[in-house]
């Protein structure tokens, strides 16, 4: 049976610190998710607040290709009637062929947290689950805390199951809700109760232990059909098993063919849902993490070189993910030789200037500098040390005014610059959101007059690191994003004064656009 992929980000997801979504977001992570190919959404707890019941009510007029959308709720209160809770009201009012309910199988759980007895919790599930079947919805059965039951109470733990297969579920998918369970523990249960729910068995699991993949990969070995988790990971505390590296682990490692041809649109995906929710994809995200396929040690990039799958445990292609190579103090001439060919095919690996540039990076990063995210400022060492660089203009002084009033409530920045190209000189004073605003404004003005294309850059980020902490003294770091419509580039400064620091990575981004324009012009009219 295909391996069926339940993506919680919608419920579970918004569990996690720090993410809240408008409905808007909400459609947008869903059509995402069916776009990808998963085989289930769960868009929400229509009993917790106005926003989830008014998107299910949304969800009514969208249609979905590879999807089944599920709405989740708990099972009824203890000692009420199923018609008269109010949480399986909202659950039938969503409207969704398919509804997951929870319940507890600890059972310390049942009598200090439900305060009800080990009966009526049995009951609470058979009722709900036998009453949302009379009301005409395929029903998902969630075993809250199943593993930490079965290590306390095994047997009860088991009678839960029971009562919600004889109630009719379709799924039970039993959690590790505290994220404790190893994967030999989720194996070995999964497959003893494989035989009797066959085809029936899921996994939801937290990652408190570090363990919340693995233990799905586990339940998959154990004989589960349903993995639950979010997308990316997020969640409850720690978060959940995240999918994209499930997905990537299932699909190119098991031969589970999950998500198809999909699979090479993983990593946009992932972005997508992260940029939506507001979250940063973490870096190192197997599969999908912007350094998943970056190379930074010499040897390494030696060898990625010659041959990718010496370090790369499958093409970055695959999961639509790209390979990196790093030019840092741990290179060697390859990796250094890797960046100049990209720019410059036809410099020889033999060429002088090589190792003339390594040498050149390896001081550069003792100083502070570096240079893996500052791509522009590389290409500009490469070009002054082969020839391919000129001096696009000369400053001739800049002078940074600050005013503060006593009440504090202005700050007044302007910025005094003055260049020349070929023997002319421009002078410039702008006002500015602080010193390196001011700076920027002026630089750039000031440059207009001589490369009129200036214009059309914009700064889009700006980052200052400490990178000693030897208190007022330190080293400051700034990297600098550009963008002109078409292209990005970053570019690096290092000094002990921030404003000097920020300088130089204006200049280098500035200088750079420049070289690179005017090189394209030659070439057109060439
Ligand atoms: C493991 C999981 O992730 S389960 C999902 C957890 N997700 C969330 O809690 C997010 C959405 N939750 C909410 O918006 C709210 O908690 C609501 C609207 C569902 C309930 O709010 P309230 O009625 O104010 O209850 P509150 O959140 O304070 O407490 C939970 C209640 O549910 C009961 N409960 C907990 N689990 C279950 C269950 N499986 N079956 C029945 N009742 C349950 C608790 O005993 C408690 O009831 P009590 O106050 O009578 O003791
Ligand atoms: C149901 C659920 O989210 C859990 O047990 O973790």
């Known amino acids: 049976m295909k391996i069926e992929i339940f993506d919680c980000t919608l419920r579970e997801g918004v569990q996690s610190q720090g993410i809240s979504m408008s409905n808007e ?55 009420t009637e199923v018609s008269e809770d109010e949480g399986l009201k909202n659950l039938i009012a969503a409207n969704t062929d ?25 009951n609470m599930i058979y009722d709900t689950v036998c009453y949302l079947k009379e009301n005409g919805k395929e029903v998902f059965y969630d075993a809250e ?26 799924r039970i ?19 003893e109760l494989a035989p009797k729910y066959k085809n029936m068995l899921g996994i939801h699991c937290h990652d408190d232990c570090g363990m ?105 292609e695959t999961v639509g993910n790209k390979r990196r190579i790093l030019v840092s103090e741990v290179s060697g001439k390859s990796a250094v030789y890797s960046k100049i060919q990209r720019l410059f095919p036809e410099i020889k690996k033999s060429d002088p200037s090589v190792a003339k540039i390594t040498r050149r990076f390896k001081e550069l990063e003792h100083l502070g500098y570096q240079f893996e995210a ?31 009033d006593s009440s504090r409530s202005s700050n007044l920045t302007t910025a005094l610059i003055s260049i020349s190209v070929d023997g002319k000189s421009e002078i410039t004073a702008v006002e500015g959101n602080g010193p390196v605003n001011a700076l920027d404004k002026a630089l750039r003005k000031a440059a207009e007059v001589f490369y009129p294309q200036i214009k059309n850059v914009k700064l889009l980020d700006y980052k200052v690191r400490v990178i000693d902490s030897n208190a007022t003294a330190s080293k400051v770091r700034v990297l600098i994003e550009s963008a002109d419509g078409k292209e990005r580039w970053t570019t690096v400064g290092v000094s002990d004064d921030v404003i000097k620091a920020s300088w130089i990575a204006l200049v280098d981004s500035i200088e750079l656009k420049i070289i690179k324009d005017s090189e394209k012009e030659k070439q057109k009219i060439e």
């Open 145 to 170: 805390h199943f593993f930490d039951g079965c290590k306390h109470n095994k047997e009860y733990a088991l009678k839960t199951l029971e009562a919600a297969y004889f109630g009719g579920a379709s």
């Open 212 to 316: 919340a993949v693995a233990n799905s990969i586990s339940a998959v070995r154990g004989g589960a059909v349903m993995i639950q988790g979010t997308l990316t990971g997020c969640g409850e505390r720690c978060g959940n098993a995240n999918l994209a590296t499930v997905i990537g682990n299932l699909q190119t490692k098991m031969e589970h063919n999950v998500i198809g041809e999909n699979l090479k649109n993983l990593t946009s995906a992932c972005v997508y849902v992260s940029d939506v929710a507001n979250q940063t994809l973490s870096p190192n995200a197997p599969y999908v993490g912007r350094n998943a396929f970056a190379h930074k040690g010499g040897m390494h990039i030696d060898a990625v070189c010659k041959e990718p799958s010496s370090f790369e445990h499958i093409p970055p």
């Open 25 to 79: 977001d909400r459609l947008k992570i869903a059509k995402k998710l069916d776009e990808l190919g998963i085989s289930y959404i769960e868009a929400g707890n229509p009993a917790s607040n106005p926003k989830e019941t008014a998107f299910f009510k949304e969800l009514k007029s969208e249609n979905f290709i590879n999807s089944k959308i599920v709405a989740f709720g708990s099972t009824r209160r203890a000692h």
């Open 173 to 191: 998918i039993l959690c590790d809700t505290n994220g404790a369970a190893f994967p030999d523990e989720v194996e070995k249960i999964v497959a």
């Open 374 to 404: 500052a791509e522009g400022s590389a290409e500009l060492v490469i070009r002054k040390i082969i020839g391919k660089y000129s001096t696009v203009f000369t400053l001739n002084m800049f002078r940074i005014l600050s005013e503060q």
């Open 98 to 122: 398919i509804v997951t309910v929870f319940g507890k199988s600890w059972d310390f759980h049942v009598t200090d947290i439900l305060s009800a007895e080990l009966y009526e919790n049995l």
